[in-house]
């Protein structure tokens, strides 16, 4: 009987030290045991008599035997389980396949998506695919919308070339205009020429003679952007009219219509003109031209996965930077640097 009742007292005393862990575990808003607590309360609940339940155990009979109904009822409760029975899920990576072509071709249907994707070895039923892009909320085939703005300028940027003007200003404090051309598709840069006075025949005369320069060859564009500057006469049009490129200008005093010139123009601000004393104008134009050969051969683009306007492809394998040594390249003194393996 004795060590019977010094039984009851150290379950007590664990009940109360239990609790008390409960509790600074849990110092504001409501206590909330854990499926370790219940077990632990529920296997001393038999050690204290039921006429000190009241002032030792935080929970009271009701509470213990509704954990022990939830705990029968989880164990019997089968729609939780991983091994349902019937059709395994379509995997992740298989929903990004189906994704992804009806997103970048929104002509296509589930039966055309079917069949794209049974060419690499996914045998995949059009209903799955239906399904799959029903839970996307992407629509049949000839209800969805048109092409994004993204996808639609992506398409035509090749038939595209704008041109601006950028003024820099020399260290007399005097200002001259550089006429620069931009292929959309390529991003290659062009510049024209460079004067302290700008005109209408100049723009012209300008334009003409980078067409038939040496070593420059313009993608054949079919839309030349430009704004409404009066530098760009009817005869600056015609120049354009005259290879069948349609002249389309720019809203008044809305730059973003024109968005790319004017980004490669601060371009040419933040990596070189802002970094450099300009005498005269040869001094500007051979900056400028420098410039150029970087931005064309060696500058990376992200909207052409960091290729330059004038590099197809990256070079097959990365060379061994313990082996071979990196080799730097002065462009205007410093100014720009570009780095290459030595040969």
């Not at 994004?148 to 260290?171: N, S, Y």
């Not at 900056?287 to 683009?301: F, G, K, Q, T």
Request: aromatic share 6%; net charge positive.
């Amino acid at each position: 009987m004795r060590l019977r009742r010094r039984a009851a007292k150290d379950a007590e005393l664990l009940v109360l030290q239990h609790e008390n862990a409960v509790l600074r575990r849990q110092l504001s808003g409501t206590v909330r045991y854990e499926p370790a607590d219940r077990l632990w309360f529920a296997a001393l609940s038999s050690l204290i008599p039921r006429r000190r339940w009241a002032r030792v155990f935080p929970v009271t009979p009701a509470t213990l035997l509704a954990w022990h109904r939830r705990l029968i009822a989880r164990t019997w409760d089968s729609s939780k389980r991983r091994s349902r029975p019937g059709r395994p899920p379509t995997a992740g990576a298989v929903k990004a396949l189906v994704l992804r072509p009806a997103e970048e071709n929104p002509r296509r249907g589930c039966r055309r998506i079917q069949g794209e994707l049974v060419r690499p070895g996914h045998s995949i039923g059009a209903t799955t695919v239906w399904e799959i892009l029903t839970a996307a909320g992407i629509e049949p085939a000839p209800r969805r919308g048109g092409p994004t703005w993204r996808g639609f300028l992506t398409a035509q940027a090749k038939g595209v070339i704008a041109c601006d003007f950028v003024h820099i200003d020399l260290v007399d404090l005097r200002r001259v205009y550089a006429l620069v051309f931009l292929e959309h598709g390529t991003r290659r840069l062009h510049v024209a020429a460079v004067t302290a006075h700008p005109t209408g025949a100049w723009t012209v005369q300008e334009t003409r003679n980078l067409a038939v320069e040496p070593g420059v060859r313009v993608n054949s564009p079919r839309f030349l952007l430009r704004d409404w500057d009066a530098k760009n006469t009817e005869p600056f049009d015609t120049v354009f009219a005259a290879d069948g490129i349609e002249v389309v200008r720019t809203a008044p005093r809305a730059p973003r219509m024109n968005a790319h010139c004017e980004r490669v123009i601060g371009t040419l601000r933040r990596e070189v003109l802002d970094h450099l004393l300009i005498r005269n104008e040869t001094h500007a134009r051979q900056v400028l031209d420098a410039d150029a050969r970087h931005y064309n051969r060696h500058r990376p683009h992200q909207a052409r996965g960091q290729l330059p306007p004038l590099v197809q492809e990256h070079p097959g394998s990365a060379s061994d930077p313990t082996v071979h040594r990196v080799r730097r390249t002065r462009v205007l003194s410093g100014v720009i640097n570009e780095y290459r393996y030595a040969s």
